[in-house]
Each structure stands twice: as structure tokens, then as C-alpha cells.
């Protein structure tokens, strides 16, 4: 069935760190391509001008830097944000440097102290006296939500903070609902949507259901694809659950399966998934950023 | 099935999140030593009993004790476990003890307490490296000829000289390397170490890059590398190149690459060999070794690696180490 609607199209920041699912050789010749910050900013802007609607990424030092140039370049337009937090490589990385969980909170509450955001540092305060792990992540929440501001500016639309999928695969299979239910109703207090990435979708949409937690207005972040690529536990039952979470903003991931098609070859799938409200897909070339949007424009809005 | 986890690092993390999503099966206790760490597993693990002790896991029924402890002390939370009759199935992260004394000791305690036991070497139910011993056990090279192998992460690749941050993940052959001496273990059966180079990178004594040769049986000759100093390496990278007489495999955690000498090349990326699971978090494979293991548990059947098999790679890395005498530059 073919559905005539316009999807959502977010340009992605995997290539910028290198990444790519397809293989870690390819990853490491990313690497070693990739570019200043201008002209990372460039491909987000070309994407942007080709039907790109806006701008997914994990928060970094990184993407940080690209957000900024962004708002030099495009002070008169803006664009909308979909921040995913934490950026959890730098965080393993970090543990593994610090020797641990430990250290890993002792660098992140310095983090939050120096970064001066006093309402941040309050909510952690009473984390850490009274071990209470949603004060905790609001901390965090606030802490990344003022970096992203001071970076970005006001002309960018934060549409939705999604917690990376380490975080929602863990509250996922330890039952932690009350996290979840803490997180959505802060998001929700701070007028943005909710957001979660998960490669477990189907789990997701189980375990929100038993939970009795609604989907309207939350970002759900999850590969779809046609070769079931990281599609959990298989690819008919991610579509399945498309359907059952008809009322959350589903934007699929990893839809070029990390490169394995090209976007033209994936369109008429991405169109037949009832419920998709938009995509995600990385480009590491201009003439990818051009050519991929106008693609997903043309056929897709 | 009610399982207990030793040591809530990001092993135990892991490990604990994947068991509860498992048909049948719970984390019914958990146990880590500091009081912070434990003070914040008592709000995540809300229907499991939070200890600082493993003998407090005594008397609580339970069938199996994962440990995911630092390395060091592998072999007395697994003797304590034994011995004070914790559970009667282990499953214990790699690499299986200190050095190849404990890890033979272990076997023996396993032997005589009976009971399913395994090591994490979880590369073994990676859908790439699991094609590639499919490749090779089917005789599609023709007999082997030789191999070569590295182990590469870029974890302390921008550490300064002097640093102790890799301090507490002790050498890079327990750390790094023991994951690809298992999966040459499982390729190829036991192996022999011709000669070893131990460089030491970080400090004085420290054990960074290790370069060893080895003789496979039927005089299969192999090199491998390990280093954790290597740049661009943004995730661990274990790879395997294996020349038979009729063509070679290249094999890493994305990829296999056949190449036969009369015929056309042929790839498998993950995407090509069925890599879904019930449920990811990490990395498939931690996935498929925890359901091996609580398969085995409930079936009471046997599963690989075991304590025998896991101590094979600590008996090799010893011999490594002994044989870089007159080889160690610094």
C-alpha cells in the first residue's frame, strides 16, 4: 500500500564521527576524509537546502562546533534539532580513561559544575544526596540542552532530546518505567518532544503498552530498512510494531542499511511503511547531500 | 531460571540487561563491592537483592552466577562461588583467571562440582566469524596454509607517556588479544608460539603491542598483532586473514571475504548472514552467548567455550609472555 504523505527528512551525523555500520574499514577511511568543521556545517547546509528539514545528531564537541557555524550561516532561517544524548562513545571512551563508572560520574558532575547552569547543578545536588536517578538524568537533560542552546541559538527549534539507545535499551530490560515516565513528563514540562532511539523496537512498543505509556508526542528513532538491517528481533515484527505505535513520531534510521542501497533503490519501501512519520541518513560528500535530498524531496515529501 | 551477577561494571551492566529480557530467566541478586555503585544498582535492579559480598548470595537458590569482575579476581569469586555452593552454573567474562595455575584450578573445581560453565569470548557468535569457521570447516580453501591476525583499538592511542590510565585493564593480550587467540583456538586447534615481541608504549613494563608468531597443527604458520595504541581504530577491530591451497578468507566483525583461486570473490557483510536477535544492546553476539549459556543451563547441555577450552587462551598468552625473553623493546 502506498501512502501519500510528507515525511520528515533529518540529515544524520554518523559520517561526521566516522562511523559506518557497513564496515569499520570504511569507518576508518571516513575518518581520515572527513573534513574542518565548515565543511561539515556545508554538507548540513546543502542538505538542508535540498529538503532537508533538519538536523539529527549526538551531542558532541563535534557537532557542537557545526551547530555553531550553522548558526552563522543561516541566522536568518534556522532550522529544527534532534539531539541525541548521551553521545555515548565519548562516554565509554571517558570510562575507560577514568577508570570506570566512578570516575566516569565524578568527570561528568565536574562537567556540569564548570558548565555554570545553576538549575542543572541544583537537580544533581539532589540526585547525588538522595541517590535519585531521575533527578539525576534531568541534570543531565538540562546540562546537554544548554550546550546544544549555546551553540545554536535561539533560531533553532529543539524538536526532541532522545535518550541514546544504550540508555533505552537498559530502562527497556531492567523495567525502569519509572525513568521513563520521569523523562517523558520533564520533556514534556520543557515543551519538547520526548524522545527515544532504540534498535529494539518492537520490545519498545511492548513494553511501553504493559506500562501504559501513551505514544502521542514522543520521537521513537529506529532502523528501518529493507534488508532487516539492526531490525530486532526481525524485520516483520519492527513493521508490525510500526503499526501498533501508529501515534508516535517514528523517524527511521540506518534506511540505506549503512550504504548497502542507494537512496533511490529504498524509496518505494520507505513509502509503503504506514506510520513512518520521517527519515534519517547521513551523507559524507556535497554531491551525496544534494543528490540524496533531492531524491527523499522529490519522491518522499 | 534465577540468575546472580558479580561485579556491575559495564560487563555486569550488559549481561544483567540482556538476562532479563530472556524468556524464564531473572537477575535475582547482583553484587559489587563499592558502596556507590551499589547505593545506585539498589534503584536500578528494584526486584534484586544488592550485595557486597558473594557469599551473601548464599542459600538464595539461585542456578547460575555470572562473574563479571575485574580479571584479578576472576579465580576467587569463582572458587567462593564453588565452594560455598552460590550456584551450580558459571559463567565467567574473559579472560578465565590470571594465568594459566588458576585457570586450571578452576577447571578442576568445575569438573568435580559439575554444572554448565563458559567463558565470555563472545566473538565466537559473531555471524561474520561463525561464516568464516563454516568456509574453512567445509574445505572450501583447500588445507590451510597460513594465517595472519590482529587485535587493534585506539584505546590508549592519544595517552601521554607515563599515563596509568590502562592500568586497571591490566596487559592488551588479556585485555585485546585473548579475543582473537580464542577465535584462532576454535579455527584452527591448538597452537604453538614460535617467538613473541612485547612492546611497552605507555610506561615502563606496560604491555601495549604485542607481536607473537605461531604454528598451527599440520605447520600452518601464523603472525598476529595486538596493539591498543593503533590511531583510527574507533571501535576494537579483530581480524583474520587465513591462505589456504586453494584460495584465502579474510574475515573481521563486519565482513568475510572469500577469495578462491579459480573462481569469483564472494562478501558477506553482517547484513547477508542473519544478525537479528531478541533483543540488542552492545553487540548481537552478547546476545546469542547469553542464550547459549541459559539454553545449556536448562538443558543441561554442554556449550562452548567452557573452562577447558577458555584455559587453552590463558596457557597461550603465558607462553607469550615467556617466549618474549630477549624480544622486548621498549
Redesign the interface.
Known amino acids: 500500500m502506498t501512502v501519500n504523505r510528507s515525511m520528515t527528512l533529518l540529515v544524520g551525523d554518523n559520517p561526521f564521527h566516522g562511523i559506518s555500520h557497513l564496515s569499520q574499514e570504511r569507518s576508518r577511511a571516513r575518518g581520515a576524509e572527513m573534513g574542518s568543521i565548515g565543511y561539515l556545517a556545508g554538507l548540513v547546509e546543502t542538505s538542508l537546502d535540498n529538503g532537508a528539514d533538519g538536523f539529527m545528531f549526538s551531542v558532541s564537541d563535534v557537532t557542537l562546533s557545526i551547530v555553531k557555524e550553522l548558526r552563522k550561516r543561516r541566522s536568518d532561517l534556522g532550522f529544527e534539532a534532534y539531539a541525541i544524548v548521551p553521545y555515548a562513545y565519548e562516554y565509554v571512551r571517558a570510562s575507560t580513561h577514568t577508570g570506570g563508572f566512578l570516575g566516569l560520574g565524578k568527570k561528568v558532575a565536574k562537567d556540569i559544575i564548570f558548565s555554570g547552569n545553576v538549575k542543572a547543578a541544583a537537580f544533581g545536588v539532589k540526585g547525588i544526596v538522595f541517590t535519585d536517578i531521575a533527578a539525576l538524568l534531568k541534570t543531565y537533560i538540562l546540562y546537554e540542552l544548554h550546550r546544544i542552546k549555546s551553540s545554536a541559538g535561539k533560531k533553532v527549534r529543539v524538536k526532541s532530546i532522545l535518550l541514546h539507545e544504550i540508555l533505552t535499551e537498559m530502562a527497556l530490560a531492567l523495567d525502569m518505567d519509572w525513568l521513563v515516565r520521569a523523562y517523558i513528563d520533564f520533556m514534556q514540562k520543557l515543551k519538547m518532544s520526548p524522545g527515544f532511539e532504540t534498535r529494539n523496537f518492537p520490545y519498545l512498543v511492548k513494553k511501553f503498552k504493559e506500562w501504559n505509556i501513551g505514544f502521542e508526542g514522543l520521537t521513537i528513532a529506529t532502523p528501518f530498512n529493507k534488508v532487516g538491517f539492526q531490525m530486532n528481533p526481525s524485520k516483520e515484527e519492527c513493521e508490525k510494531a510500526l503499526v501498533e505505535a501508529e501515534d508516535a513520531n517514528v523517524i527511521g534510521m540506518s534506511i540505506l542499511a549503512a550504504g548497502y542501497f542507494k537512496p533511490i533503490e529504498v524509496v518505494s519501501y520507505l513509502k509503503e511503511l504506514k506510520n513512518l512519520k520521517g527519515v534519517v541518513v547521513g551523507v559524507s560528500r556535497l554531491h551525496h547531500a544534494r543528490d540524496t535530498f533531492r531524491i527523499f524531496r522529490e519522491n518522499m515529501k | 531460571m534465577k540468575v546472580g551477577v558479580v561485579g556491575?561494571?559495564?560487563m555486569g551492566?550488559l549481561h544483567?540487561?540482556?538476562l532479563?529480557?530472556l524468556p524464564g530467566v531473572e537477575v535475582v541478586a547482583v553484587c559489587d563491592r563499592?558502596w556507590?555503585?551499589r547505593?545506585?544498582f539498589?534503584?536500578?535492579?528494584?526486584?534484586a537483592l544488592v550485595v557486597d559480598d558473594v557469599i551473601k548470595m548464599v542459600g538464595l537458590g539461585l542456578d547460575a552466577v555470572y562473574v563479571t569482575t575485574p580479571i584479578p579476581s576472576h579465580y576467587s569469586v569463582v572458587k567462593a562461588v564453588y565452594s560455598n555452593k552460590v550456584a551450580r552454573h558459571l559463567f565467567v567474562e574473559k579472560t578465565l583467571a590470571m594465568n594459566f595455575g588458576q585457570a586450571k584450578e578452576l577447571c578442576d573445581l568445575a569438573e568435580s562440582f559439575g554444572g554448565v560453565n563458559m567463558v565470555g569470548y563472545m566473538k565466537r557468535y559473531a555471524v561474520t566469524f561463525r561464516k568464516a569457521k563454516e568456509l574453512i570447516d567445509n574445505g572450501v580453501i583447500g588445507d590451510l596454509e597460513s594465517l595472519s591476525a590482529y587485535a587493534y583499538s585506539s584505546?590508549f592511542a592519544e595517552?601521554s607517556v607515563g599515563s596509568k590510565?590502562s592500568l586497571?585493564?591490566g596487559g592488551v593480550l588479556s585485555d585485546l588479544g585473548s579475543h582473537i587467540i580464542d577465535l584462532m583456538l576454535w579455527f584452527f586447534g591448538d597452537l604453538t608460539v614460535e617467538s613473541a615481541a612485547v612492546n611497552s608504549v605507555l610506561r615502563s613494563g606496560s604491555e601495549d603491542a604485542v607481536h607473537f608468531n605461531v604454528k598451527a597443527q599440520g605447520g600452518i604458520f601464523g603472525e598476529v598483532d595486538v596493539s591498543w595504541c593503533k590511531r583510527?581504530?574507533?571501535?576494537p577491530?579483530f581480524s583474520l586473514t587465513i591462505c589456504g591451497k586453494d584460495g584465502l578468507i579474510k574475515v573481521?566483525?563486519?565482513?568475510v571475504i572469500l577469495e578462491p583461486k579459480n573462481g569469483d570473490l564472494r562478501k558477506w557483510?553482517?547484513?547477508?548472514l542473519g544478525?537479528?536477535?531478541?533483543?540488542?544492546?552492545g553487540a548481537?553476539e552478547y546476545y546469542r552467548e547469553d542464550e547459549a549459556f541459559v539454553k545449556a543451563v536448562q538443558e543441561g547441555s554442554h556449550v562452548e567455550p567452557d573452562f577447558f577450552e577458555a584455559s587453552k587462551v590463558d596457557y597461550l598468552i603465558e607462553e607469550v609472555k615467556r617466549r618474549r625473553m630477549g624480544n622486548d623493546s621498549q
Open positions: 556491575l561494571g559495564k551492566l544483567s540487561c540482556i532479563n529480557t563499592s556507590v555503585i547505593r545506585v539498589k534503584k536500578l535492579f528494584k526486584n584505546d595517552a590510565e586497571s585493564r583510527e581504530y574507533r571501535m577491530e573481521d566483525d563486519d565482513q557483510y553482517r547484513h547477508d544478525d537479528a536477535v531478541g533483543f540488542l544492546i548481537p
